[in-house]
């Protein structure tokens, strides 16, 4: 009877121990507004964000490799493209679920519009006996990423049907691994592609690279700072075999967004990023100047990978802040579903 009783008494501690545990993490909601340097991202996690349109950057990309490969512009004369209208978006669904309040001043201003999708030719795609063959390295899927590569598709198979022209593509994805990005893009350079389309920073820098001994055509996208990055010499004239389109977003106007959401100038904004990105760190950089223009203060975490989001938003709660800002930032893109979820509690 006596060990029944202890195991009964065990068996009771044990459950109300698992019991209060479960009401410790479900009251560890920050709650706290989100804003993203991209309109995918910030579908995820953020209240509101002036987001670049990613298919429509692909769009662009596309244009300027069909030019190349119909022999109506050369790579070092094509200025790198930019998106030049970063359009307000809000999220409401994140807001609700968050508690926030997005004031009118901004949902009002908000676009509904959706992006003007490219109709696919499916017949100017073909497996083989193309015209001409383009490999696509993709360092790792995520919406910003997909989106780019689809807009590029469409757009390259609209082009080619005018032109009475077929394409074979060749679609790769790194999976975020730098030595794949090497393979992948030096496999292109021995099958002889006739142009290589990268998406992100790293990828476009292995096909750079890679090509460098040769006449092989590379457009990027996806790169924020194609300069600082080695990729070309300047935006208006790149002068190699490398030129594409920059998702350089407008950090300012993000930053100056979360006082407006906020209603007051007095903000600390919390930064995360991942701190081998050189692309966010860039942002991140520019960030921090132009807090310090407007008086507004901020803290920073910079993460290695995804299982440091959950330490770095507990870390910058408790730094008081009133909003988080993430910029365009391909580990945080590839989880800002774990970072709404955090934030919220589950």
Sequence with gaps: MKTKKIVCMLVCCVMLFASAAMTSCAGSAYNIPIVCGETGMNDGCGVATFGVDYYSLGVKAGDMAADILLGNAEPASMPVQTDPNPSLSVNTTVAADIGFTIPESVSSRATTAQTSMVTRVETAIVTEGADFTIGILQLVQHVALDQSNKGFQDQLSVRMDAADKTVQILDRNANGDESNNVTIAENFVSQNVDLIYTIATSSSQAAATATADTAIPVVFNA??????????????????????????????????????????????????????ETNSVMQINLAKAHCDEKGYTYVEKGIVDMNDIESALAALAKEDIDAIYIPTDNVLANAAALVHSVNKGE
């Design 223 to 276: 790169v924020t700072d194609p300069v600082d990055a080695g990729l070309v010499a300047s935006l208006a004239a790149p002068g190699g075999n490398v030129t594409g389109v920059s998702d350089m977003n407008p950090v300012e106007k993000q930053i100056d967004l979360i006082a407006e959401l906020l209603g007051k100038d007095n903000i600390k904004v919390g930064f995360l990023y991942t701190s081998a």
